[in-house]
C-alpha cells in the first residue's frame, strides 16, 4: 500500500549507516521533511530522539540492534517505515523508458530510478514525470532531428565520470536501450572504464506505438511476421527489394524524414501501391494522430506529419480499420439502444 503524505516541516529521522541510507534520506529531504540521522542503533533512548517527531524511516542496513529501537519508538506511538537500502554505489543502468508514459514503465525501471543519484534521459523517455518518480539530479541530454545538445561520446563520458564518483546512474532512454537506443555503445564505454552496467528492457515504440493506434504488428492469417527499421536514413536499393520481399508487417521508426524514398523505394521493389500504410504520431503522448492512406498516396497524405512518429506497412492496418470500423458501428448501436430506452 501507498501513501501520499505531506512531509513538509515535519521531523523525520532516518536510521541506517550514511551509504545504506544516503537515498532516503535524499527522498525525505525532497519531499521537505526535515531529516535527522542516527547511523547506528547504540543504546540511544525515545527521551533522546528529536521533538515532534512525525515519523522513523527505518534503513535495512544490516546493523544488529536496530530491533529494539525501532521497538521502543512504536510503543511510544512514533510510526515506523521500512525503508529498502541504497544500492553500491557507482555504477550505471541503462533503463528503457517505453514510449513516453510512465504507465508503460517497468517495476525495475521505477525501482532504478528510485534508487538513482543522477538521472540522464532522453526526450523520447517520459521526463515529465521524473520529480514524482526520483530525487535524483535530472539532467538533459536529449537529442532533436538535427540539433544534439549533447553528442554521444559526451553522453557515454557524463555517465562514466559520474558513476566514477560514486553516483548511482540511470541513463534513461525512451523504448528499449537495445531498439535503435545506442545502449550497446553505453554499455561498451561503461565496460571500458570498468564501472559496472546492467540494462532494464523497456516498452519499445515499434510493438507498442501501433499498438495505441489499435494495429497489431500480427495478426493470425494475415502477418506472422514483422520487420523493423530505423527511417533516421534512407535506405538502399538492395535493402528495398529485401524488405519488399519478406512480407509480412514493415516498422519504421523515426521514418517521417525518410518517408518519401521509403515509399518510392518499395514500390519500385515490386510492393504494389495499394499496400496500407499507417503514420502514427506522438504514440501515447497528447496530439496522438494517427494518418492511413496506401504506399502511393501516403507521402501526400502525410505531407503534415512529423517525428516522432511510428510507420507501419502491411494488411494490419486493414484490420485495425476493421476492428475501428466495427467498434464504431458498436456504439452506435449502443446510443441507438439507449435513446431508445430513453423514449
Known sequence: MQLSIDLTGRNVLVTGNPAA?????????????????????????????????????????????????????RTAGIPVAAEPAAGPAGHVTLVGGGPGTGDLLTVAAVKALRDADVVFYDRLAPYQELPMLTSAELVDVGKKPGHH??????????????????????????????????????????????????????????????????????????????????????LTEKEHHHLAGLGGTIVVLMGIGTLHQLAAGLRRAGMRPDMPMAVVERGYRPGQRTTIADLGTIASAAAGCSNPAVLVIGEVVRVAEANRDHAGAAADLDRLAASLLGS
Open 21 to 73: 541510507a544516503r537515498q532516503a534520506v535524499r527522498r525525505y529531504q525532497a519531499a521537505g521533511a526535515v531529516v535527522h540521522r542516527r547511523a547506528t542503533p547504540g543504546s540511544a533512548t525515545v527521551a533522546e530522539l528529536p521533538e515532534q517527531l512525525f515519523l522513523v524511516a527505518a534503513v535495512d542496513d544490516g546493523q544488529p540492534g536496530w530491533a529494539a529501537f525501532l521497538d521502543r519508538c
Open 149 to 234: 545538445k549533447v553528442s554521444q561520446s559526451d553522453i557515454e563520458k557524463l555517465m562514466v565520470e559520474s558513476a566514477l564518483a560514486g553516483n548511482n546512474v540511470v541513463r534513461l532512454k525512451g523504448g528499449d536501450p537495445y531498439v535503435f537506443g545506442r545502449g550497446g555503445e553505453e554499455v561498451a564505454a561503461c565496460v571500458a572504464a570498468g564501472v559496472k552496467v546492467q540494462v532494464v528492457s523497456g516498452v519499445t515504440s515499434a510493438i507498442s506505438v501501433p499498438a495505441a493506434a489499435g494495429i497489431p504488428v500480427t495478426h493470425r492469417e494475415v502477418s506472422h511476421m514483422f520487420t523493423v527499421v530505423s527511417g533516421h536514413a534512407p
